[in-house]
T-cell receptor, first 115, second 113 residues
């Protein structure tokens, strides 16, 4: 049973380009969460999605960032017109149900570097 | 900070010693979870303790929870070099926010052989 798959593992973008990060949740999981981690820091919640719905986007910057989780295919975190401050590790996690007493299963992250 | 605090920020011990990490939080909780993160990897769930539990064990891990003090601790006994990692506590969001977790800043544990 494959775990949460994220790709690419590493992504380098120049300032102003777009970054697309993909996340395939564990089989049978319909809840996806995106987190951002800056060096030497903890994880900051960005967005929580269920199939075709954004449940909570309270951690998403208002501009340039968007996320989707379509009926078919992986969840996508999209960052438009990237800036140096977007450089970070982005982690996706999934759970079978949106319950606070369920552990989250994490992917190994995408490390975005903006040059 | 809504994310709560963990201390110490960094801990360095010798193999065989015990390691204790603490976590404080500010709001009421249904449960508290602990995760480990090895360098360059994603987080791995270690243990979940419910708000009506005071102590929980899993192998060499022992977690305590004191809801009156809004604090929890993670004890790793007889540490090994392979325990070197960052450790995070996490609590759920407000009621109705689904499975979203809010993480602390973490404790970086280094176990020297």
């Amino acid at each position: 049973n494959a775990g949460v798959m994220q790709n690419p593992r590493h992504l380098v973008r120049r300032r102003g380009q777009e970054a697309r990060l993909r996340c395939s949740p564990m089989k049978g999981h319909s809840h996806v969460y995106w987190y951002r981690q800056l060096p030497e820091e903890g994880l900051k919640f960005m967005v929580y999605l269920q199939k075709e719905n954004i449940i909570d986007e309270s951690g998403m910057p208002k501009e340039r960032f968007s996320a989707e989780f379509p009926k078919e295919g992986p969840s996508i975190l999209r960052i438009q017109q990237v800036v140096r401050g977007d450089s970070a590790a982005y982690f996706c996690a999934s759970s079978p149900q949106g319950l606070t007493n369920s552990p989250l299963h994490f992917g190994n992250g995408t490390r975005l570097t903006v040059t | 900070s809504q994310q709560g605090e963990e201390d110490p920020q960094a801990l360095s011990i010798q193999e065989g010693e015990n390691a204790t990490m603490n976590c404080s939080y500010k709001t009421s909780i249904n449960n508290l979870q602990w995760y480990r993160q090895n360098s360059g990897r994603g987080l791995v769930h270690l243990i979940l303790i419910r708000s009506n539990e005071r102590e929980k064990h899993s192998g060499r891990l022992r977690v305590t929870l004191d809801t009156s003090k809004k604090s929890s601790s993670l004890l790793i006994t007889a540490s090994r070099a392979a325990d070197t990692a960052s450790y995070f506590c996490a609590r759920g969001g407000r009621e109705g926010q689904g499975g979203k977790l809010i993480f602390g800043q973490g404790t970086e544990l280094s176990v020297k052989p």
